[in-house]
């Protein structure tokens, strides 16, 4: 018997900041992200444009049955985009925290969390990765609109 794992993503309020300061919320969709499927995109300013892509792959030994599985879940910026970032990490931000100019912004894949089941035993590694090391917490992220570059 197979186990299912998806990745849950819940956002509760986004915040748009223009260039001049405008401050724009909006309540977001909570959503799975299944894993060996295609990316689940955001819209960060609702133009019809993804801002920001979350995915998810499960990896599985090749025995039978599996014996350990892998599930690695990685975020990417899209359209132009750019997430804050430590080398190939995701930095997760404590709420309140000011983002804006930086040199941490990436506009790569980058990775959110990741962990390891032993399927035989039933033992898990633990979520590890910056997501996984915090438990929750915030992306910020750098996009463009037609009035110029907004953060959230």
């Known amino acids: 018997m197979k186990k299912l794992f998806h990745l849950m993503v819940l956002v509760a309020a986004l ?6 300061g405008a401050v724009v919320y909006f309540s977001g969709p909570s959503f ?8 689940v995109s955001l819209d960060m300013n609702q133009d ?35 997430l804050l970032a430590t080398n190939s990490y995701a930095q997760i931000l404590a709420t ?4 804006g100019d930086s040199k941490s912004w ?3 894949d980058l990775l959110l969390t990741t962990t390891t089941w032993n399927l035989q035993n039933g ?30």
């Open 106 to 108: 990436n506009s790569s």
């Open 32 to 39: 799975y992200i299944p894993p060996n499927t295609d990316p």
């Open 15 to 20: 915040q748009a900041v223009s260039a001049w």
């Open 48 to 82: 019809g444009i993804s801002d920001v892509s979350f995915s998810a792959e499960m990896l599985e030994t090749l025995d039978y049955p599996s014996s350990a599985a892998s599930l690695i879940c990685n975020v990417s910026p899209d359209n132009g985009a750019q």
């Open 96 to 99: 309140g925290r000011q983002i």
């Open 123 to 152: 033992t898990s590694s633990g979520w590890s990765g910056p997501l996984g090391a915090v438990g929750a917490g915030f992306l910020g992220i750098q996009f463009l609109a037609a009035d110029g570059i907004h953060y959230g």
